[in-house]
């Protein structure tokens, strides 16, 4: 079997040229197609929370059944603009600069966090309701990682408490960024305040309190 | 129309008084029966998160149709049952001692409203998936005029810090509890450790630096 697929594999990309060429395109176009629909995922759904998979076809300018041959359900679409999503925050949480004092380091990943949160929110908003929450914070995970690894530093350094562990710090960490998110889309907090009330209160309740 | 409605119940109450106790009867037991359905609402929750309408009215000991006449959808069976276990909720707060210290008393009270949380965890789950977020927060607004009064009460005296406005300790007290909750759902935190957890985290957050 395996034989036989590599020998065709060969043929395929060798032998016959203008065949590969044409599916290298399909291929292309395909991924051009994804990276449009997932854009106009999260173009559309800050615009209509509960924008329909039709909406997003259009909004992406391609046609229905396109849309339905990548993303054959609504919940795998939002997934799917999800992990995009996230991906692309992994990429801006790797150029914060985590060195130095950890409390200030701490202060400037969850200013990064809170922005990534807040683009997202209307993508957030409709994971919510498409995908379990166990599903959303397991798809938070490299995010956590990063997280995770400056409180077990500041903890080790003695800048935050330790009377709490670092699974639970991490949670309040979630749960205060998410719920100011909430919060902007009620109306009860504005874009402008946000930043600061996270930090404050993630500070005051992760500070060691021998240190202060 | 007012004048025939009265005249109308006088005839019902007095005039007939045979029907009148029938009606009564009727009346009485569609009061068990909804009681009985609401209750084996939360229990069957607490076994099966995702236990149907059937399952349900089998628990209450009711046909299926008794069910859908006093509650014609899931989400409609699952808001009733919530607002049928705050209402008790809120009486259990009334008892809560809010004299004195309001730190401790701040304590005594998130202490309270914790094991609340923890006992409708399954109803709270169900009506995360049923409810849009906005509705569950309105519903919690009884609960939430207490914490507010000792918050604001907290904030005059100096106990709790300034630099916040009322509205975001209550968010943070609100997402910090049921962020607890979810993490029992989930495996990673245990009853109890629970509430020591939510303590520390709260009272540090909201203590007034300017005292500590």
């Known amino acids: 079997m395996t034989g036989a697929r590599a020998d065709g594999a060969t043929r ?19 991924q051009r197609n994804r990276a449009a629909i997932l854009q106009a995922t999260v173009d559309t759904l800050r615009k209509d929370p509960d924008a329909s998979v039709a909406q997003i076809a259009a909004e992406a300018g391609v046609g229905r059944m396109t849309l339905y041959g990548h993303f054959p359900t609504r919940p795998e679409l939002i997934e799917a603009a999800l992990i995009d999503s996230l991906d692309r925050g992994d990429a801006v949480l790797r150029d914060v600069d985590l060195e130095g004092d950890a409390r200030e380091a701490f202060s400037r990943l969850i200013t990064v966090s809170w922005v990534l949160v807040d683009q997202s929110r209307a993508l957030l908003a409709a994971a919510q309701k498409e995908l379990p929450p166990g ?47 909430d919060e902007i889309a009620a109306g009860r907090l504005t874009s402008e305040d946000a930043p600061r009330f996270i930090d404050t209160t993630l500070q005051a309740a992760f500070a060691n309190p021998a240190q202060t």
């Open 12 to 30: 395929g990309a060798g032998g016959r040229p203008a065949r590969g060429r044409r599916a290298a395109n399909v291929r292309a176009d395909a």
């Open 135 to 181: 599903r959303i914070r397991e798809l938070h995970e490299k995010a956590e990682a990063t997280h995770r690894d400056l409180l077990e530093r500041g903890q080790r350094e003695g800048a935050f408490r330790t009377d709490l562990p670092v699974s639970w710090l991490l949670t309040t960490t979630h749960v205060v960024i998410h719920g100011a998110a």
